[in-house]
């Protein structure tokens, strides 16, 4: 089984619109971290939200986790057009590793 | 604010060559990962490491890759005869705590196997 599906794969969206990006995974997990990752360039951490919170806030960044449906959403309030990444979640299921999704690409048009 | 470094970002390497590639962790971080991403795919995890020794590694982590934390800052990855399909970006990441902590990844290394 896959963790950390993202959805949707591609999203395009009009600069100051809200971007909302949602990920499934399959087993308990201790937390889900969303990353973003410019094309070619490193992985950048954003938010982490823990099995028992249900949301969070970072700046224009909301994410939620439902771990009844094992599922978190992302959303990006008045998008810029430098939020143009691809957007992952990983999860921790406290083995020592993050497991990823597939990611969902983000463009701002302006 | 504290990052992770990795060293080189490129690398270019014929099959059947050894290649070490080099992370510095976060200074006061006791977990350390290396992770890779084959261009186009999803990122995958390699191995992780604590209190010297390996707690956890993947299928893909086989007789051919070694980690080592040869002194107190670096954190290596050996590929000791790499195969085409080693071609990817390889990220090192730390981390402070088990279970519950934020993974801090670096810029990765890019590496070519001709």
């Known amino acids: 089984s896959q963790q950390g599906e993202e959805d949707p794969q591609a999203l395009s969206i009009q600069e100051g619109e809200n971007a909302t990006m949602n990920c499934s995974y399959k087993t308990s997990i201790n937390n889900l971290q969303w990353y973003r990752q410019n094309s070619g360039r490193g992985l950048v951490h954003l938010i982490l939200i823990r099995s028992n919170e249900r949301e969070k806030h970072s700046g224009r960044l909301r994410v939620t986790l439902d771990t009844s449906k094992k599922s978190s959403s992302l959303l990006i309030t008045a998008s810029r057009a430098a939020d143009t990444a691809s957007y992952f979640c990983?999860?921790?299921?406290?083995?020592?590793?993050?497991?990823f999704g597939q990611g969902t690409r983000l463009t701002i048009n302006p | 604010e504290p990052e992770v470094t990795q060293t080189p970002s490129h690398q270019v390497t014929q099959m059947g060559q050894e290649v070490i590639l080099r992370c510095v962790p976060i200074s006061n971080h006791l977990y350390f990962y290396w992770y890779r991403q084959i261009l186009g795919q999803k990122v995958e995890f390699l191995v992780s490491?604590?209190?010297?020794?390996?707690?956890?590694k993947s299928e893909i982590f086989d007789d051919q890759f070694s980690v080592e934390r040869p002194d107190g800052s670096n954190f290596t990855l050996k590929i000791r005869s790499t195969k085409l399909e080693d071609s990817a970006m390889y990220f090192c990441?730390?981390?402070?705590?088990?279970?519950?902590?934020?993974?801090?990844f670096g810029p990765g290394t890019r590496l070519l196997v001709l």
């Open positions: 990441a730390s981390g402070g705590r088990r279970g519950e902590g934020t993974q801090y």
């Open positions: 490491f604590y209190n010297n020794e390996i707690s956890e």
């Open positions: 990983a999860t921790d299921q406290g083995a020592q590793k993050l497991v």
